[in-house]
């Protein structure tokens, strides 16, 4: 089984986060897991390959040929697949995966979370999504996320998809036995069960 890491190519501004994506790392190796993440070798995402790598994990980078150019590519990685584009990237993390963990991060990590827990959704597949919240960093997102839910944009069974969880320990636990709900996604039709 492997879990892919959406993460920032920075550190942010705390020491918390690039603490938090090394627990993260060593967690998922520790538990035989794999890590497939964006290939590149800066910020938490650097931080959560190289933990993983550190305790003997498998660890697989999927990196834009053009990113690799501009020498941000992990070269120490188990696998390292280079590809043609952003979307071919995303497309292919999500195959070689079976669940998935998001850090904080930027607009890249919130768009790649919000496109694979979409998937879930609309029923593309079945896999686990979670955010680590590393000091509270997701807390007002997921008050805006439950505020769809209140007002009709989101189905409540759809919102459980998204895992929440302060720590690495727990937030894999849940990601590797957690059964994502099965339900149509537009309001006003029946909930299944």
């Known amino acids: 089984m492997r879990i892919c890491v959406f993460s920032g190519s920075s550190f942010g501004r705390s020491e918390t986060y690039r603490n938090a994506a090394v627990s993260l790392g060593r967690t998922i190796s520790r538990k035989g897991l794999g890590l497939v993440y964006g290939g590149a070798s800066v910020g938490l995402m650097g931080a959560v390959a190289d933990a993983a790598l550190n305790e003997g994990g498998e660890v697989i980078g999927v990196l834009p040929r053009k990113l690799a150019n501009q020498e941000v590519g992990h070269r120490g990685l188990t696998r390292l697949h280079l590809v043609d584009s952003i979307h071919e990237r995303k497309a292919m993390m999500a195959d070689l995966s079976d669940g998935f963990a998001v850090l904080p991060g930027g607009i890249g990590t919130l768009e790649e979370a919000f496109e694979v827990w979409t998937w879930s959704q609309l029923g593309f597949h079945s896999k686990s999504v979670g955010l680590l919240n590393v000091d509270g960093f997701f807390d007002g997102l997921n008050g805006f996320l439950d505020s769809l839910v209140t007002e ?42």
């Open 152 to 193: 009709h944009f989101l189905k409540s069974v759809h919102r459980e998809i998204l895992l929440c969880e302060s720590s690495p320990e727990m937030l894999i636990d849940k990601l590797t036995t957690t059964r994502v709900p099965v339900a149509p996604k537009w309001i006003g039709m029946p909930e299944a069960r």
